[in-house]
């Protein structure tokens, strides 16, 4: 998206995982493939000038897997 990086070859790869409480146990997780940015927005609200700036980004996704994560009891 910035300077002409939209292509195919500018696709990513991720993940999102789920853990339990104890923030160590994998619970499952959502591959995404082929993620791209489409769109980036400044955010305006913040008035200070001291204040952290923001972006959103709006991401697309090709494809998506589930994968769950049996718990050994």
Known sequence: M???NNGESSE??????FLSPNRT????RINFFNLGIFKLAF???????DAIK????????ER???????VKT
Do not use: H, W
């Open 2 to 4: 910035i300077k002409g």
């Open 12 to 17: 990513k790869n991720g993940s999102l995982t």
């Open 25 to 28: 146990t994998e619970l499952g």
């Open 43 to 49: 955010d305006e609200s913040d008035a200070a000038p």
């Open 54 to 61: 923001r972006v959103t980004a709006e991401l697309y996704c």
């Open 64 to 70: 998506m897997d589930f994968q769950y994560t049996p």
